[in-house]
């Protein structure tokens, strides 16, 4: 029986995984860049590549390590090929490519946010088509439909911020230091999502996302109330703050969950599913389960490890594609940015 070895740089998290002719993730191996980027409030894209080629050759040995295979047991290789940072993406991607000449077995060039469309199946198989899949991260804000795993369409995207970005410019604004998005989590779970109110964004003719006027009305909120921190001590911190972050959040969820019932009822999905990095955010998942189980609807929400970047995800999208026999040719590029056919009109 042959494995598939998957290879996941696009951003700053390492990542490599095994899995089996089945599609069984046999081990995962995720190390992250946090410390090499925390001094500069964000991702620093040449520090991201720099660290990915330092950090790949552990990664790839522990995963062996874990798996307990030796090579000989790859029958074949993916990576992510976009989109992201390119120089990043570009270290896993040469990487993989070059095993995959060198074993002579086929390679599979995956794309970043198809791998998060389908990670919902890795634990959930029988989850029917067709599906809504909601895709929440720090650079997307994206709704599909997946009639399969050949036929996926856009059916909504971001205007301007996606909603992690929107969590981390907040974030920033109150000194919470990188990366803002867990943290902000955790602060809203202390607040009362009631305190302050924030508008909805306002699209009415279509299920796009915009999240840029939320962010500009936190901080129009903060110099009207004149509220600010002199530096953030997460032991010391004013009541506002928890409530400010609470209520900010609930909005941020409002939009997302208003887009996805929207869509439902345009659409009448078999199912739908939820993935991303924000996906790990608690409140989402909380009521993402709440309109499945509102309109008894089938879904699926990954675990947490399966949510941010991770090759488990590359690995099962390259198993889908191998059952079709489809692998890429190993002169192809990679990309920094993804298009999609859309469809709904709306």
């Given at each position: 029986?042959?494995?598939?070895?998957?290879?996941?740089?696009?951003?700053?998290?390492?990542?490599?995984?095994?899995?089996?002719?089945?599609?069984?993730?046999?081990?995962?191996?995720?190390?992250?860049?946090?410390?090499?980027?925390?001094?500069?409030?964000?991702?620093?894209?040449?520090?991201?590549?720099?660290?990915h080629?330092?950090?790949?050759p552990?990664?790839?040995?522990?995963?062996?390590?874990?798996?307990?295979?030796?090579?000989?047991?790859?029958?074949?290789?993916?990576?992510t090929?976009?989109?992201?940072?390119?120089?990043?993406?570009?270290?896993?991607?040469?990487?993989?490519?070059?095993?995959?000449?060198?074993?002579?077995?086929?390679?599979?060039?995956?794309?970043?946010?198809?791998?998060?469309?389908?990670?919902?199946?890795?634990?959930?198989?029988?989850?029917?088509?067709p599906?809504?899949?909601?895709?929440?991260?720090?650079g997307?804000?994206?709704?599909?439909?997946?009639?399969?795993?050949?036929?996926?369409?856009?059916?909504?995207?971001?205007?301007?911020?996606?909603?992690?970005?929107?969590?981390?410019?907040?974030?920033?604004?109150?000194?919470?230091?990188?990366?803002?998005?867990?943290?902000?989590?955790?602060?809203?779970?202390?607040?009362?999502?009631?305190?302050?109110?924030?508008p909805?964004?306002?699209?009415?003719?279509?299920?796009?996302?915009?999240?840029?006027?939320?962010?500009?009305?936190?901080?129009?909120?903060?110099?009207?109330?004149?509220?600010?921190?002199?530096?953030?001590?997460?032991?010391?911190?004013?009541?506002?703050?928890?409530?400010?972050?609470?209520?900010?959040?609930?909005?941020?969820?409002?939009h997302?969950?208003?887009?996805?019932?929207?869509?439902?009822?345009?659409f009448?999905?078999?199912?739908?599913?939820?993935?991303?990095?924000?996906?790990?955010n608690?409140?989402?998942?909380?009521?993402?389960?709440?309109?499945?189980?509102?309109?008894?609807?089938?879904?699926?929400?990954?675990?947490?490890?399966?949510?941010?970047?991770?090759?488990?995800?590359?690995?099962?999208?390259?198993?889908?594609?191998?059952?079709?026999?489809?692998?890429?040719?190993?002169?192809?590029?990679?990309?920094?940015?993804?298009?999609?056919?859309r469809?709904?009109?709306?």
């Amino acid at each position: 029986m042959k494995h598939i070895l998957a290879v996941e740089t696009s951003c700053d998290d390492t990542s490599v995984a095994l899995l089996n002719s089945e599609g069984k993730v046999l081990s995962d191996v995720v190390f992250s860049q946090l410390k090499a980027h925390r001094p500069y409030g964000g991702v620093v894209p040449e520090i991201a590549s720099r660290e990915h080629l330092k950090n790949l050759p552990y990664v790839f040995e522990e995963a062996f390590e874990d798996a307990k295979l030796s090579i000989e047991e790859i029958g074949a290789v993916a990576s992510t090929r976009g989109p992201g940072l390119l120089g990043s993406v570009l270290v896993g991607f040469s990487f993989a490519k070059t095993l995959a000449y060198c074993l002579n077995i086929p390679y599979y060039g995956i794309n970043h946010i198809e791998a998060h469309i389908t990670s919902p199946w890795i634990e959930e198989r029988k989850l029917p088509f067709p599906s809504l899949v909601l895709i929440v991260s720090g650079g997307h804000s994206h709704l599909f439909l997946v009639k399969d795993f050949e036929k996926i369409f856009l059916i909504a995207a971001t205007r301007d911020d996606a909603a992690g970005e929107a969590f981390d410019k907040i974030g920033k604004k109150l000194k919470i230091p990188y990366p803002q998005g867990p943290e902000v989590d955790k602060l809203a779970r202390k607040g009362n999502p009631e305190s302050f109110k924030f508008p909805q964004p306002k699209l009415k003719k279509s299920l796009d996302f915009s999240f840029s006027g939320l962010k500009t009305a936190f901080i129009h909120t903060l110099d009207k109330n004149n509220l600010f921190l002199k530096n953030f001590d997460e032991k010391n911190l004013p009541d506002w703050v928890y409530n400010i972050v609470s209520s900010f959040e609930s909005s941020v969820v409002s939009h997302l969950i208003d887009r996805v019932e929207k869509a439902i009822e345009i659409f009448n999905p078999c199912s739908i599913a939820l993935a991303g990095g924000v996906a790990a955010n608690t409140l989402l998942r909380i009521k993402f389960k709440e309109v499945a189980e509102k309109r008894n609807l089938p879904f699926s929400i990954p675990p947490l490890k399966y949510c941010t970047d991770n090759a488990s995800m590359v690995g099962f999208n390259a198993y889908l594609k191998l059952q079709k026999g489809t692998p890429s040719e190993l002169d192809s590029d990679a990309f920094s940015n993804a298009e999609w056919e859309r469809i709904g009109g709306v």
